[in-house]
């Protein structure tokens, strides 16, 4: 898994980047890149772990960090389409 200091300090998006339900092309790259340099793209391809496994409690966390962190990187009209959702891949 990633060390903390890379998922923690995930960058602030620019306002012209704020997914707005128009924009997906730029969002999607910002995201892609933002998760990529981070060592964090696992969370958009791969199912999570099994509750049983040592490694879920790790991988939920960084889910949460990053579901809330994409969230904050959309307007508030589209956040709240994608509020509920269950992981990072689901968005």
């Known amino acids: 898994m990633v060390s903390e200091r890379l998922y923690l300090t995930l960058p602030n998006i620019p ?50 960090i990053i579901h809330t962190r994409l969230l904050s990187t959309m307007t508030l009209e589209m956040c709240e389409n994608f509020l509920f959702m269950h992981s990072v891949k689901e968005l």
Do not use: C
């Open 15 to 64: 306002e012209k980047v704020r997914f707005n339900g128009i924009n997906l092309h730029q969002w999607e790259q910002f995201v892609d890149l933002m998760l990529l340099g981070r060592g964090l793209t696992d969370h958009l391809i791969e199912e999570s772990f099994k509750k049983s496994d040592p490694k879920y409690r790790r991988w939920k966390s960084e889910e949460a």
